[in-house]
């Protein structure tokens, strides 16, 4: 059970290129999310969704996008890459809301030069 | 979102029950309260919850207060694999389409000595 698999785990940047990150769940959850952390912080959330076909913006959604077309993938996007974007980023997946854990993946480390 | 305070850091001895404190006193009824641990280069890895009633499971206990205002998560035996940033966090059931999302503060710092 390879539960949150996150692709890629590391990748470098220039300033102003794009790319996406792909998060993919086997558990059937109907909630995704999408977190970022920077040094010697907590997770912050930047969107989420709560089933295939919606997406929802939540702490940090400055400068990405989201799509979840499909209930097992959450794919998150970077249009015009930038410094300040450099960071952690962890994929969640859960059952419901609040009540049920959520379960991360090992996270992408991306640097943006 | 509520908030909840942690020590920024503990220590243990191997072997050793740990009790990890954590205050949230502004906690609504709806609240959970969610433990979770990362260890270093690794994603949150959940490790106990609950909403009133103290819970155990495999890898913990928790102990709520009768107010709700503060938890304890208890590690029973310390091992080395225990040291990790561990984060307390509320979790609120929202509904009509709210997400019911983690508010990570920067938790507390267990180092476990053998």
């Known amino acids: 059970n390879a539960g949150v698999t996150q692709t890629p785990k590391f990748r470098v940047l220039k300033t102003g290129q794009s790319m996406t990150l792909l998060c993919a769940q086997d558990m059937n959850h109907e909630y995704m999310y999408w977190y970022r952390q920077d040094p010697g912080m907590g997770l912050r959330l930047i969107h989420y969704s709560v089933g295939e076909g919606t997406t929802a913006k939540g702490e940090v959604p400055d400068g990405y996008n989201v799509s979840r077309l499909k209930k097992q993938n959450f794919l998150l996007g970077l249009e015009s890459a930038a410094p300040s974007q450099t960071s952690v980023y962890f994929c969640a997946s859960s059952y419901s809301l609040g009540s049920q854990p959520q379960h991360f993946g090992d996270g992408t480390r991306l640097s943006i030069l | 979102d509520a908030k909840t305070t942690q020590p920024n850091s503990m220590e243990s001895n191997e072997e050793e029950p740990v009790h990890l404190p954590c205050n949230h006193s502004?906690?609504?009824?709806?609240?959970?309260i969610h433990w979770y641990r990362q260890l270093p280069s690794q994603g949150p890895e959940y490790v106990i919850h609950g909403l009133t009633s103290n819970v155990n499971n495999r890898m913990a206990s928790l102990a709520i207060a009768e107010d709700r205002k503060s938890s304890t998560l208890i590690l029973h035996r310390a091992t080395l694999r225990d040291a990790a940033v561990y984060y307390c966090i509320l979790s609120q059931v929202v509904y009509g389409g709210s997400h019911g999302n983690l508010i990570f503060g920067k938790g507390t710092k267990l180092s476990v000595k053998p």
């Open positions: 502004t906690i609504s009824g709806t609240d959970y």
